[in-house]
Each structure stands twice: as structure tokens, then as C-alpha cells.
């Protein structure tokens, strides 16, 4: 294995859209350099091998003979997520995984177990959780500016332009289904801005007409204190109708993300006169505000903000219970270049999961997509599936019911 200060190596099992995307996207980063890459499709591992000069192999276990591997990125097709990130940890590699951790919660939670078995770190590729504007929003939250969401609500008119009958996006014995083959994202992304995990689903799946498809899933998970989030996915639409909004209800502010990898926020909030000078100084640190370690700024990146005093009356008003004085109204926008910055944005947040990963192995601590986040947000995927299914209310096991194993 590579010594303490070269840089790690990094070996890619699945080469195919997304594994592709991935080493580009980490390819450059300090301390980590692509070393081997394997698929059973020659043809794919072939055209990746000779873009980085490095062995095409046939699968993991030539991957993890190789002594110069020390982290194994999978971007298999779900189901095989679990087996190879286990074979991968028991060989002492360190693992960057795609989402889903797993197709089910049982086999995250024994990816988990094994993670600290081997002491070897693993971080989920769940992107959102590294995007600048989700970041800007948990730092907001953290300082009191924006009151902690009890509120998330997440609509996702998603494209199925590339998804023909035969892929398997659509076979759930492949894919776990929509919530958890891309509901992950989003259920991990309100468990980190309600800050809870949750606590129940209710789902609903519709089919395409005429077909055994299922291409609409909704969810409405309760978070504790009733904090409410609801995630709806409708892969029906082609690549230029796609339309994603997840706002956010904060009580006296509400924000607006669009785009899928977001892109722009848009917050809107009542507040008094400290905030209103708080407000006023966020285009100053608008570096720290959206820093994500790994994530190297283009430099349009834009915070504005405008506070219009008195728009509103002094007398106190009630919200969520509480009375306070907020007679100014404050705008922000949060740009990270628009819609055009979006393939920028999304190559950026996958190098910053990497650069997380390398922190850990450098200096210790937790990743920010865990093996914990990955097994919370297929535990409450996999009991949306089951609510759906049965069309029944469903409690989401915490992820120590699966990490006791079972009684
Ligand atoms: N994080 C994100 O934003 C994001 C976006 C898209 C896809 N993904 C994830 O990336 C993964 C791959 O998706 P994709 O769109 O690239 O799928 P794909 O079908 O294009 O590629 C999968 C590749 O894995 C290979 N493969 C299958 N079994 C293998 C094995 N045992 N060893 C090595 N290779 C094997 C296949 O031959 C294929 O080339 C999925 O888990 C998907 O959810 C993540």
C-alpha cells in the first residue's frame, strides 16, 4: 500500500455514465491519483484506462490484488454496492461509495459495521450534502440567522430521456426502486437541514399507464416535533423540462433551491434590527458562507442581499408561537452561476465527497456523508418502498435497530 505522504491511490470499479464522471472529477485532486479501473464491459474499462494510462481490469477482486490501491470508488449499479464496499473495507481499502450505500438497510448497516471493523473510511456519495448552498444553509441555521426548517418540501420533475423500459434504473431487484435509488439524496439532505432523524412515511408509487413501471413516487416523512418532509420524483420528462425546487420553511424566512445539483438559493425573511445588519454583511463573507473543502470557487459566484427597513408593521407578530419584532424585509440570493454552472456545480461536489474522504484518512474525524447518513437514508427509502407498497403509514426504524442486527 502507498506510504504515509504519497498520494492514495484510487481504483474505480464501474466505468460506466457515472464512474466515468467520477474519476474526472476526482482525477485531479491533491493526494489522490487513479491508479486502476475495472468492468466487466472491456470496452468501457478500456476507454477509461487509456484516458488515465492505467491497468482496464475485469472486476473488483483484480482491483483489490493490486498493491497500489488504497481507495476503491464503486459505481456499480446498486446492488452490488454493499458486497463490493464490504470486500473493499475487509481488504483495508478505504471506500468511496455512490449512493445508495445499499439496496437495503440491512446491507448499509452492515457495510457500517464493517467500516469500523476495519477502521477504514467511507464516505457516501451523496451530493447534495456537498453543494455550497445546502452548506450556506446549515451554516445560517448553526448561527441563528435562519430558525432550524420544520418544514422541507422537495419536487422533482426529473428526465427520463436516457432511462429506456430495459434500463435498469427501473428493475427494483437492481435498483431498490426510485426512493432508493435517487430518494437518498434527498432524504439524507433533510435529515442534515431539519437536523433529525425521522420518524415515519407515508408513500405513494404511481405507474406508467399501460405498464408495470413505476416512474412517480412520493413521500411524506414526519421528523420529531412535526417537522414535516415531503419528496415527490417523477422520472417522465425530457432533459429540458426538468424542473426541481426544494423550499424550505424556517417560520419568519422561507428558502428556495432550484435545480436538482442546486444552483441558486433564494431566501426570503422577516427579521429585526440585529438581523437586518447581520443580513447586510453576508455578501462580505460570501467565501466562508459557501466554502466546502474540495470545492474550488469559479469566481462568479454571487451573494446579494437586500434589506428593505420597516416594510412591516412594529408591532410583534406570531409565528410557530413565538412573538418577536420583524419589521424588515430581507432578500438573498445565493448564485452559483445559474443553470449553465450546473455540470461545474455537480463535478465540484462529487471532488469535495473525495476531498472529504482524504481529511478522514488524513487527520481522523467523521465525513460529512457517512456510513450512517448513507444506512439513515436507505432505511427511510426502503420503509417509504414498504409504505407504498402497502399503502399503510410506516415507523422508519432508527439506524440502531439495524445496527444491533437482528434480536
Ligand atoms: N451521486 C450521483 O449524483 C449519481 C448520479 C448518477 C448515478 N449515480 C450512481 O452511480 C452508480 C452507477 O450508475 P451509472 O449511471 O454509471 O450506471 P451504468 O449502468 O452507466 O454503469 C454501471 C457500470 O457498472 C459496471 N458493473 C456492473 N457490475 C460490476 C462489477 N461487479 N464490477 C465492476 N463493474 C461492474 C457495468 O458494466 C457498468 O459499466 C449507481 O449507483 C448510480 O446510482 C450517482
Excluded at 441555521?141 to 422533482?156: H, Q, S
Aim: hydrophobic content about 45%.
Amino acid at each position: 500500500m502507498t506510504s504515509a505522504t504519497a498520494p492514495l491511490g484510487l481504483g474505480l470499479a464501474g466505468c460506466g455514465g457515472f464512474g466515468a464522471f467520477l474519476l474526472d472529477a476526482v482525477a485531479g485532486l491533491p493526494g489522490l491519483r487513479p491508479v486502476a479501473v475495472a468492468d466487466p464491459d472491456p470496452r468501457r474499462a478500456g476507454a477509461l484506462a487509456k484516458r488515465y494510462a492505467v491497468p482496464a481490469l475485469a472486476g473488483l477482486d483484480e482491483l483489490l490484488a493490486r498493491e497500489e490501491v488504497d481507495v476503491v470508488a464503486v459505481a456499480t449499479p446498486p446492488a452490488a454496492h454493499a458486497a463490493m464496499a464490504t470486500a473493499a473495507l475487509r481488504a483495508g481499502r478505504h471506500v468511496l461509495c455512490e449512493k445508495p450505500l445499499a439496496a437495503t438497510a440491512a446491507e448499509a448497516a452492515g457495510v457500517a459495521l464493517e467500516a469500523g471493523r476495519a477502521g477504514r473510511t467511507l464516505v457516501v456519495d451523496h451530493v447534495l450534502r456537498y453543494n455550497p448552498l445546502l452548506r450556506a444553509v446549515e451554516r445560517l441555521t448553526a448561527e441563528g440567522l435562519l430558525a432550524r426548517p420544520r418544514r422541507f418540501l422537495f419536487e422533482n420533475d426529473a428526465s427520463d430521456e436516457d432511462l429506456g423500459p430495459d434500463h435498469w434504473f427501473w428493475d427494483r431487484a437492481h435498483s431498490g426502486g426510485i426512493f432508493v435509488e435517487h430518494g437518498v439524496h434527498f432524504f439524507d439532505a433533510a435529515r442534515a437541514l431539519l437536523g433529525s432523524d425521522p420518524v415515519s412515511v407515508r408513500a405513494t408509487a404511481v405507474r406508467r399507464p399501460g405498464t408495470e413501471i413505476v416512474d412517480t413516487v412520493s413521500a411524506d416523512v414526519v421528523h420529531p416535533d412535526g417537522a414535516l418532509a415531503s419528496h415527490l420524483h417523477s422520472f417522465t420528462h425530457a432533459h429540458r423540462c426538468e424542473r426541481q425546487l426544494m423550499r424550505l420553511d424556517h417560520g419568519f424566512a422561507e428558502t428556495r433551491i432550484e435545480g436538482w445539483i442546486p444552483v441558486r438559493a433564494e431566501i426570503s425573511a422577516w427579521t429585526d434590527e440585529e438581523g437586518a445588519r447581520a443580513w447586510g454583511e453576508l455578501p462580505g463573507r460570501a467565501g466562508t458562507l459557501l466554502h466546502v473543502e474540495g470545492f474550488r470557487p469559479h469566481g462568479g459566484e454571487r451573494v446579494r442581499v437586500t434589506v428593505e427597513r420597516d416594510a412591516g408593521s412594529t408591532a410583534p407578530a406570531r409565528g410557530r408561537g413565538q412573538w418577536r419584532t420583524v419589521p424588515h424585509r430581507v432578500r438573498a440570493v445565493l448564485d452559483l452561476g445559474g443553470e449553465a454552472r450546473k455540470p461545474y456545480v455537480y463535478r465540484e461536489s462529487v471532488r469535495s465527497a473525495a476531498a472529504d474522504l482524504l481529511r478522514v484518512v488524513r487527520d481522523g474525524g467523521t465525513p460529512v456523508a457517512d456510513a450512517l447518513a448513507g444506512l439513515t437514508a436507505v432505511a427511510v427509502a426502503e420503509t417509504a418502498t414498504r409504505a407504498a407498497d402497502t399503502g399503510l403509514a410506516q415507523h422508519v426504524p432508527g439506524p440502531d435497530a439495524y445496527l444491533r442486527g437482528p434480536a
